[in-house]
């Protein structure tokens, strides 16, 4: 297995979201896409903004943290700061919430619908420095189309 490819992800995405566009089925098949296409992570999956916390969404890998606040830890950071957190060693990031001790590394990318923050994508390594410039981007990607085509209510 080779690097993600995010141009398919994105189409595989697309012909999904044109079967049923409801978030639970197409943020479901995206997080088990995104754990089949990495190699070396721990979990790949999604929370989602409801009112002014972040609640645990489809997910691939260990029991999570049901709730995270905006601001706090990697996830409420990217929400808090509308922006890709790249973390190449999690236990420098101030305030990273150990949901899995196994966890070095980690990239969240927020999803927006309309320029506001709906979900974010989070995907953890147990490697330090896993993930890329080249991952962000492509995630950034991923997180467009869910943005502009997924029904978010
Ligand atoms: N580590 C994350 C919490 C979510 S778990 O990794 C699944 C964080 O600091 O936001």
């Not at 398919?8 to 995206?30: F, G, H, R, T, W």
């Not at 190699?39 to 409801?50: P, Q, R, S, T």
Request: glycine share 8%; proline share 5%.
């Amino acid at each position: 297995m080779g690097k993600p490819d995010y141009t398919i992800m994105a189409k595989q995405l697309e012909s999904l979201i044109e079967e049923d566009s409801s978030y639970v089925p197409v943020l479901s098949n995206c997080a088990a896409l995104l754990w089949e296409q990495f190699e070396d992570i721990n979990w790949a999956g999604f929370y989602l903004v409801k009112g002014d916390i972040l609640v645990l969404g489809p997910f691939q890998g260990k029991l999570a943290c049901i709730h995270i606040e905006k601001g706090k830890g990697v996830c409420g950071t990217a929400w808090a700061s509308d922006s890709t957190q790249l973390v190449p060693n999690v236990h420098k990031f101030p305030g990273h919430i150990a949901c899995d001790s196994a966890s070095n590394s980690e990239v969240v990318v927020p999803v927006r619908r309309e320029g506001e923050v709906v979900a974010v994508i989070d995907i953890d390594s147990p490697s330090f420095e896993r993930f890329t410039a080249e991952d962000a981007q492509g995630l950034e990607l991923i997180a467009e189309v869910l943005g502009r085509s997924v029904e978010w209510n």
